[in-house]
Nanobody
């Protein structure tokens, strides 16, 4: 079982940055495609970015392209989501998720991700 834990959220002013972390102590994350999703108040959960074991990384939210970087640190068994130039509309709970099938491609469909963390709150406000 893959148990994911997110950290790094918080309150930041518009224009600020945060680095979110997703880690586990149960299995090597290198086996899994990891996605970051977010859920804003009153909105459905949406895919933000993904890093796969096969075809690299991608960002799904058009408004976040150029402001988001996803990366892995295999030595720390951690996937990071760097968020820059944050805006109030980026506020929400950010979740990391692992695709159920190992060595798989990225997908924006949350139904393909069987392992979820508890989420970390990101609030962008002055």
């Amino acid at each position: 079982q893959l148990q994911l834990v997110e950290s790094g959220g918080g309150l930041v002013q518009p224009g600020g940055s945060l680095r979110l972390s997703c880690t586990t102590s149960t299995r090597p994350l290198d086996y899994y495609t990891i996605g970051w999703f977010r859920q804003a108040p009153g909105k459905e959960r949406e895919a933000v970015s993904c890093i796969s074991t096969t075809d690299g990384a991608t960002t799904y939210v058009e408004s976040m392209k150029g402001r988001v970087t996803i990366s892995r640190d295999s030595a720390k068994n951690t996937v990071y989501l760097q968020l820059n130039s944050l805006q109030p509309e980026d506020t929400g709970i950010y979740y990391c998720a692992g695709r159920t099938a190992i060595y798989s491609y990225c997908s924006a469909s949350s139904t393909l991700y069987g392992y979820w963390g508890q989420g970390t709150q990101v609030t962008v406000s002055s």
